[in-house]
Nanobody
């Protein structure tokens, strides 16, 4: 069973940058989706970005409209890690950020990390 551990959250001023990491233990199958979600206080969890785990050097990525052009999802196959580079952060980006993955054969994200807090001050 794959386990996901996020890191890299913290407190940053508006306009600043952070890079979140999601380290996976266990085998991630080619074709599995790896994604980032976030949940702000009092709000529902929302999609941020996703990619597909594969050996290809050029890979698929999809972003929520609210983060397009500011956030970049990437992966390091050798380290079994997915990253979320966040730039031009806004107070509205404040949330707990979760890494998620689809297990083999699953169409839904069914593996979740514990989350990491990102706080953007104005």
């Amino acid at each position: 069973q794959v386990q996901l551990v996020e890191s890299g959250g913290g407190l940053v001023q508006a306009g600043g940058s952070l890079r979140l990491s999601c380290a996976a233990s266990g085998r991630i199958f080619s074709g599995s989706r790896m994604g980032w979600f976030r949940q702000a206080p009092g709000k529902e969890r929302e999609f941020v970005a996703t990619t597909v785990w594969s050996g290809a050097s050029v890979y698929y990525a999809e972003y929520a409209d609210s983060v397009k052009g500011r956030f970049t999802i990437s992966r390091d196959n050798a380290k079994n890690t997915v990253y979320l580079q966040m730039k031009a952060l806004k107070p509205d980006d404040t949330a707990v950020y979760y890494c998620a993955a689809t297990s083999q054969g699953s169409r839904e994200y069914d593996i979740w990390g514990q989350g990491t807090q990102v706080t953007v001050s104005s």
